[in-house]
């Protein structure tokens, strides 16, 4: 077999299977922080998690689909603070985690890009650069951020992912592996015996023969899951399982991982209290609560951070949905967290404060945001966050 053709073959072999891998992903992780990156893809309805119960504009803006001020009707917003509650949907998961401290919100986050278009904001936050001048589509934020940490400790990186994300596209060597069906890690034993011999003595020895050990261990793991859900009846393939894969995984490799969840795009009958959105929301809930169970002791080490490329309409549109919007609410939680608080800059929500009188106004600008935590989270000094957000000045929330 020629080089050619061994390399096609185990390029064919990567798409087939949901591993992939672009470096040195197995030695032992060196930081004790993890931080995990969730990509919410479609633009989610951030007035729905993050209820205004003070705006009576907000009720006015929803006349179908409003979720109520808290009270004592189950359907009612959970209250967290005077201004803002949260949707019931996340009562048995995510609620109890505000007051004890793991869960703070900031809204009206996210990028000035004013597309409005799902792929080209995805892009425009995934690459992390200045909205003017020119764009490297070879590096993401996250990859430059696990480059800057590598400098000093070895920190695994690993996208749970099909593709490489954008934002984990670049110099430093990240891995990617979907966890979403495991059944298809699986290969034959020879197939990686000739590929392995084929990079033997060369440069891409190590990381060709440290891919196959990773997927070993998937393949191993699948094993296991797959035994203990004949008995032990594990019941679907949503995103709870995937969350307890992906934690599994980062507690005992990976300090740094990125996912991404899909089907936020809310056009049409989104619901209100209850719903297709509310169902998203207590399945998202029901994986982060599995997320944290999964990682045990390391979740007091442990920092999630939850994203979209933008918000929604603050009006509901003719079809009980909501359409593109600008603004959103990002998520921060885990064991190191200084949550139980709504972050960031603010503003009343009264008619003559929207967005180009539609959405929410960005006020939290995500580069600065992330940057911050960052920051917190790794110490990092102000010449390595510029490499991580180029002419960014960090915004501390104090969220850590």
Request: charged share 20%.
């Amino acid at each position: 077999m020629n080089r050619r053709l061994a390399l096609s073959r185990l390029l064919a072999l990567s798409a087939l299977s949901p591993l992939t891998w672009s470096g040195s992903v197995m030695a032992a992780p060196a930081s004790e922080q993890k931080l995990l990156l969730v990509f919410l893809r479609g633009g989610y309805d951030a007035c729905h998690l993050l209820v205004p119960t003070a705006s009576n504009y907000y009720y006015e803006s929803r006349p179908n689909i409003a979720i109520a001020r808290p009270g004592p009707d189950p359907r009612a917003a959970l209250p967290l603070t005077a201004d803002w509650g949260l949707h019931p949907a996340l009562r048995n998961s995510l609620y109890p985690w505000f007051g004890s401290g793991e869960l703070a919100f900031i809204p009206f986050a996210g990028t000035d890009d004013l597309s409005r278009s799902h792929f080209e904001t995805q892009d425009s936050i995934e690459l992390g650069q200045p909205l003017s001048g020119r764009r490297d589509f070879h590096s993401g934020f996250m990859n430059r951020l696990a480059a800057v940490l590598n400098e000093n400790k070895n920190v695994p990186t690993m996208a749970f992912t099909d593709q490489l994300p954008l934002a984990m596209q670049g110099s430093a060597r990240v891995g990617n592996t979907s966890l979403k069906n495991l059944s298809k890690v699986q290969m034959e034993p020879r197939q990686s015996q000739i590929i392995e011999q084929m990079y033997r003595k060369t440069t891409l020895a190590q990381p060709v023969q440290e891919g196959f050990s990773v997927r070993q261990d998937i393949a191993t793991e699948m094993q296991q899951e797959m035994g203990a859900a004949s008995r032990a009846a594990i019941s679907s393939k949503g995103f709870a399982l995937e969350a307890q894969r992906v934690a599994k995984l980062m507690r005992d490799k990976y300090p740094l991982g990125f996912i991404d969840v899909g089907g936020w795009d809310t056009h049409v009958d989104q619901g209100g209290a209850q719903g297709m959105l509310a169902n998203k929301f207590e399945e998202f809930g029901r994986g982060l609560a599995a997320y944290r169970e999964e990682m045990g002791a390391a979740w007091r080490d442990t920092t999630v951070v939850v994203i979209s490329e933008f918000g929604r309409t603050f009006r509901e549109n003719g079809k009980r949905g909501t359409d593109h919007g600008h603004g959103s609410v990002y998520w921060v939680l885990g064991g190191a967290v200084r949550g139980g608080k709504i972050a960031g800059e603010q503003i009343a929500l009264t008619p003559g404060q929207l967005f180009q009188n539609r959405d929410y106004p960005v006020l939290n600008e995500y580069r600065a945001v992330l940057a911050g935590l960052f920051a917190r989270l790794y110490g990092l000094n102000e010449q390595q966050l510029s490499r991580v957000f180029d002419n960014v000045k960090a915004r501390d929330l104090a969220l850590l």
